[in-house]
Structures are given as structure tokens and as C-alpha cells.
């Protein structure tokens, strides 16, 4: 990815230390903002509130940058952006979207939010064309974004129609929480087994994928709760049911994903630990969520310890990403300086 870099030197001037170290920063970076903003929506539902603004706002913070890197790659260096489209860490851009809009739903701010919701479905066929375009056999956990992005619209679609009683929101929501599940079993079907004891993070998407199901079926339980009617008593039944089926099997695979940190520990820092961090998250989140959607009030500890859990690793890959960018933006500025040193005066 030295398109950005080529750029700048092609015109005479040597990039700036920070350009050079953005421009080599892959899409699945969009997980960061993913990480933080479930977090943040997590600590909501706990009733940190404190804790959950400072994670929205870092969040926001990243976002921003990395919706600004977009626009900017698509309207001026359309290569780099098409190649970087057809990886599925590009879905990140959809999913960090959908839960940054489901944490201003739940803040009240419903036109913020279903701004979002519309600019997540304008990119998700897009996006989701391009990756899967691209998908082949043994893939990484990344293959699993497919469902993420396509059960992040139905997170935030299910949670603006609670919040603003609007039923046909609701049942929209529904196509793609049954879509998401199919696109995970297709991706079951892709993804290498051999990730869960040699990946460098991104394995752990592979029970992300479940958790952020599972909270979608949460979220269209909730709705049908506010007094709207969406479908009668059997559908309610198996969404029910699916969606307890769905956090059974997205807490087995965080169950062996652990296992499999302990037995291979790979404790290196690598910007895909973010999609380690947003697992974490997401479960916290769904198990909270799926206590409250049905009413079993022993899931809400396990759910708050989750969230500690998920807290604790979201500050070490935070603390990983730091010490990794100081020594990227040093190197940067080393060959900056170089590139000063031996051009003509």
C-alpha cells in the first residue's frame, strides 16, 4: 500500500512522517472503531456511563479518520481504493458504522442514527460484492465479516424501530438477521481451522460473527417488546429460540478461542488483535442484551464479567497499538529525513 507514498514523492516532496505511517494501514483497522464502539454500548447497558462517552468519542475520533482515508482513496487514488474494497476487511467500514449508529440510537440521537443505518446500506452491497468476489478456500476469520456487516444493519435497524416505534423498521431488520446467518455458514465452510491455533487475531471473528447474530435476534425481540405488533406468537417463538442458540454457540467458540490463546499463546501485538477486541465486546454485549430480550436475569453476571474481560483486552491491544504506532511514525520520519537528505537542491 505505498500508493499514498508514491504520491507524495512523485510530486517532489517527501511525505510527512504521519501520511507514510497512514498510508500503510490496512482496511481491517476498521475494527478498532468496531472494538470501541461495542464497548461503548456495552458500558451503556451497565450504566457506566462515563466510561461509555470516553469510548464513543474515541470511537468517533477514529471514524473520522478512517471515513476521511475513504473518501479520499475513492475520489483520488481509485486503484488503491478498488484493491483495498475487494479484501473483507473493507466490511469493517459497514460494521463500525451500523455500531457507532446503534450508540446514538441508544443515546437518543435517532436522526444521527438512522443517517448511518442509510450510509451502512448504501456501502454493504457494494462492499459485500467486491469481498465476496474475492473470497477462496482457507481463509482467515476475516471471511466472517460478511456476517458482521450484514447483522450490524439488522442491530440498528431493530434498535431505531424500539426506539421510534416504527414497525417497518423492524421487519426490514429481519432480512438481513436471517441473510447474516447464511452468510456464516457459508463462511464456516471458508474458513481455515488451523486460525484458531496460528491467527493473529482475526480468528477470533469467527465467534464475533455469532455474538453480533445474536444480538441482532436481542434487538428484534426488544422491538417486538415496546408494544408494537410485528409477528405473531410461532415467529416470536423461533426468534426466540434462534436467538438463544445463536449466544449458545458464539460462548462454546469463546470458550475454545481462549483455550486455543492459552495452548498457542501468541502475545506479539498485530493491528488484527483488534478483531480479537471486538469479539470480546460484541459477546459482552449480546449476553447482556439477550438476558434482558428474554428475561433470565443469571445471564446479566456472566454478561457484566464478559465486559471486564472485554475491557481489559481492549486496553492491552490498545496499549499494543500505541507502541506500534510511535515506532511506525519514528521510522517514518527517518526515511522522511533520508529522502530530504538525498534530494536535489
Given at each position: 500500500m505505498s500508493s499514498g507514498t508514491s504520491s507524495g514523492t512523485s510530486s517532489g516532496f517527501p511525505p510527512s512522517p504521519l501520511r507514510a505511517w497512514w498510508a500503510q494501514r490496512p482496511p481491517a483497522a476498521g475494527a478498532a472503531v468496531m472494538a470501541t464502539g461495542i464497548l461503548s454500548v456495552a458500558l451503556h447497558m451497565t450504566g457506566h456511563e462515563v466510561l461509555s462517552r470516553i469510548a464513543l468519542f474515541l470511537a468517533c475520533a477514529a471514524w473520522l479518520t478512517l471515513a476521511a482515508n475513504f473518501v479520499y482513496l475513492l475520489l483520488v487514488e481509485r486503484p488503491q481504493w478498488l484493491t483495498r474494497a475487494g479484501t473483507p476487511g473493507a466490511l469493517t467500514a459497514v460494521a463500525a458504522?451500523?455500531?457507532?449508529g446503534t450508540r446514538f440510537s441508544l443515546h437518543g440521537w435517532t436522526t444521527l442514527a438512522a443517517a448511518l443505518l442509510a450510509l451502512a446500506a448504501l456501502l454493504w452491497p457494494v462492499l459485500l460484492l467486491l469481498?465476496?468476489?474475492h473470497?477462496?478456500?482457507?481463509?482467515?476469520?476475516?471471511v466472517f465479516l460478511a456476517c458482521v456487516a450484514t447483522e450490524g444493519l439488522a442491530v440498528l435497524g431493530a434498535t431505531l424501530s424500539a426506539v421510534t416505534s416504527t414497525p417497518w423498521l423492524a421487519h426490514a431488520a429481519l432480512v438481513?438477521?436471517?441473510?447474516?446467518?447464511?452468510?456464516?455458514?457459508?463462511?464456516?465452510?471458508?474458513?481455515?481451522?488451523?486460525?484458531?491455533?496460528r491467527g493473529s487475531g482475526d480468528h477470533w471473528v469467527a465467534g464475533g460473527a455469532l455474538a453480533i447474530s445474536a444480538l441482532a435476534g436481542a434487538k428484534l425481540l426488544a422491538a417486538a417488546g415496546t408494544g408494537m405488533y410485528l409477528w405473531n406468537y410461532d415467529d416470536s417463538a423461533v426468534l426466540h429460540d434462534v436467538t438463544v442458540f445463536l449466544l449458545t454457540l458464539d460462548l462454546a467458540w469463546f470458550v475454545v478461542l481462549l483455550v486455543a490463546e492459552i495452548v498457542w499463546p501468541r502475545v506479539r501485538y498485530d493491528v488484527r488483535r483488534w478483531s480479537t477486541a471486538f469479539p470480546l465486546g460484541m459477546t459482552a454485549a449480546a449476553t447482556l442484551s439477550v438476558a434482558a430480550a428474554i428475561d433470565v436475569a443469571w445471564l446479566d453476571t456472566p454478561g457484566r464479567v464478559l465486559l471486564w474481560i472485554a475491557v481489559v483486552g481492549w486496553l492491552a491491544v490498545a496499549a499494543g497499538a500505541v507502541a506500534q504506532a510511535r515506532a511506525g511514525l519514528r521510522s517514518a520520519g527517518a526515511d522522511a529525513s533520508a529522502v530530504r537528505s538525498t534530494a536535489p537542491r
Open positions: 458504522t451500523t455500531v457507532l469481498v465476496v468476489q473470497w477462496g478456500r482457507r481463509m482467515p476469520g476475516t438481513p438477521f436471517w441473510l447474516g446467518i447464511v452468510l456464516y455458514l457459508i463462511a464456516l465452510f471458508r474458513f481455515d481451522l488451523r486460525q484458531v491455533a
